[in-house]
């Protein structure tokens, strides 16, 4: 693995020159954001007529060892060559998404890792994600995350050499091994709470009363603090929704935003009759989630490439404390080079394929 960071237009292009002149490089993986000159410039660069496969995502913030950017890009020469599909117009509800998967274009023996990266804002991702991971089963590792800027307004956040895309997943297959560590650092301290009735992304109510409702009376009794709607982002960001799973963890979600008639909107479904806990997590174990994290990916020595996909809202509770967390990733010698994600996709061959809010996922390479 090669890497380059740049902060101007130019610089990125002969970057890329240099890659598509090395005969060790197959496909370029580009992890930028949406202050970057290659977000507002996107338009000289010419992708289309690119010699390797390149595949280019848009973030909040992106980082490489402890340096975290807003407005730089990473250029990621990859010694694999990505076999690379679009599921494009994910939101259209009258998309067959497992007739799209079932036609994807790609040799299916020998794939030992999955990357996967949605726009956040499309509407159908977690259906597409159980297709995928129906059509490749658990004989494979998953890897990636969701793009998007964090206002959460829908516009263009990946590219491949097609262009610029919007509400669309990218999925790239290649036969390198992989393996993968998660870990969030959350824990219960509420619940179980019967989830009654949700619409998509929003729950509506919880043990047959208004979700809200239930919800203010839980934060306000472990916070102590009256829970309005001008602090609820300050607030909820500590007290998180985790659906539990057999292994005793659980899958969080975050609550994002009031919904109207006292709802609550999350960063991911909560499914209908399913029950959830009230998960929290301090700094502390944060960061020791990250160093778990790290310990169980160093384990694989022969695997000189770190990718890590971090979740946007840990950064928003460890607050300055963010940078001890880049600190704890680089802590092995070897480079982690991720981003600050919208949602995280992983699975270790081991269990079911999840999206995932308020975590931490490392993929050795």
Excluded: W
Excluded at 122 to 151: K, P, V
Excluded at 275 to 300: E, P, R
């Amino acid at each position: 693995m090669n890497y380059k960071v740049s902060n101007e237009i130019q610089e990125l292009k002969r970057d890329l020159e240099s890659y598509a002149q090395s005969s060790e490089i197959k496909t370029v993986l580009i992890l930028s954001t949406f202050k970057s000159e290659l977000y507002s410039q996107f338009e000289k660069l010419d992708f289309i007529n690119y010699p390797k496969p390149v595949v280019g995502l848009f973030f909040p913030k992106i980082f490489e060892s402890d340096k975290l950017y807003e407005t730089k890009t990473i250029a990621i020469g990859m010694n694999s060559e990505l076999n690379i599909q679009h599921v494009n117009n994910l939101s259209t509800p009258q998309k067959d998404l497992e007739a799209e998967v079932k036609n994807f274009h790609i040799n299916e023996k020998g794939i030992k890792t999955v990357f996967l990266f949605f726009d956040a804002c499309a509407t159908r991702n977690e259906e597409l994600i159980s297709h995928i991971f129906e059509f490749y089963g658990l004989e494979c590792n998953y890897f990636g995350g969701a793009c998007g800027d964090s206002d959460l307004n829908p516009k263009p956040c990946m590219f491949t050499n097609q262009g610029m895309l919007q509400d669309t997943c990218i999925v790239a297959t290649l036969s390198a091994e992989s393996a993968i560590s998660v870990e969030h650092g959350q824990k219960a301290i509420a619940g179980p709470y019967l989830i009654t009735k949700t619409a998509g992304k929003v729950i509506e109510e919880i043990e047959y009363r208004p979700a809200l409702e239930v919800y203010k009376e839980i934060l306000e009794k472990h916070s102590g603090q009256a829970i309005t709607q001008n602090n609820f982002n300050d607030l909820s960001k500590y007290f998180s929704f985790g659906m539990p799973r057999l292994d005793s963890k659980h899958i969080i979600r975050d609550p994002i935003a009031y919904g109207p008639n006292n709802t609550i909107v999350t960063a991911g479904t909560i499914p209908e009759n399913s029950f959830i806990y009230i998960m929290q997590g301090s700094n502390q174990s944060l960061l020791s989630a990250a160093q778990d994290a790290t310990d169980k990916a160093k384990h694989v020595e022969r695997l000189q490439m770190k990718l890590v996909m971090e979740c946007l809202s840990r950064e928003s509770v460890l607050g300055k404390e963010f940078s001890d967390e880049l600190k704890v990733l680089s802590s092995n010698g070897q480079i982690p080079i991720g981003a600050l994600a919208l949602g995280e996709i992983a699975n270790t061959g081991k269990e079911f394929l999840e999206l995932y809010n308020k975590t931490i996922i490392i993929c050795r390479m």
